[in-house]
């Protein structure tokens, strides 16, 4: 037996292990790309509830957009009110006459005296 022969023997034996390998590899990845008991399957159902869950984000990001728009006019309102509120004591208390203690006294002793 020459090298030849006996490195072409290798060769051979190496491409049989080789083709082996190869067919062992692909029964394991066509096994774990399973869309129903595999990781493909996984991968399915993460992707699904990845777009699931991005629907419900910008759903709820839209939701608490019109809250606040609410919410800040609903402020806006609040304040006009308190502005006219505010106004309107002023006013209230700019038309009625200042009262002292003795001014008070001096009103009830006229009132008790018209009554009698």
């Given at each position: ?18 083709a ?19 990781l493909?399957g996984?991968?399915?159902v ?55 203690p ?13 009554d009698?």
């Amino acid at each position: 037996m020459t090298i030849e022969a006996i490195l072409q023997a290798t060769l051979a034996v190496a491409s049989v292990g080789l083709a082996v390998f190869c067919i062992v590899l692909a029964r394991r990845l066509r096994r774990l790309n399973d869309l129903e008991t595999g990781l493909g399957g996984a991968i399915a159902v993460m992707a699904a509830e990845v777009d699931r869950l991005e629907k419900a984000i910008i759903a709820a990001r839209d939701e608490a957009k019109s809250a606040s728009e609410a919410l800040a006019a609903e402020v806006a309102r609040s304040r006009n009110e308190r502005a006219h509120w505010d106004l309107r004591r002023k006013i209230v208390d700019a038309a009625a006459p200042p009262t002292s203690p003795a001014g008070s006294r001096r009103l009830r002793k006229r009132a008790e005296v018209a009554d009698a």
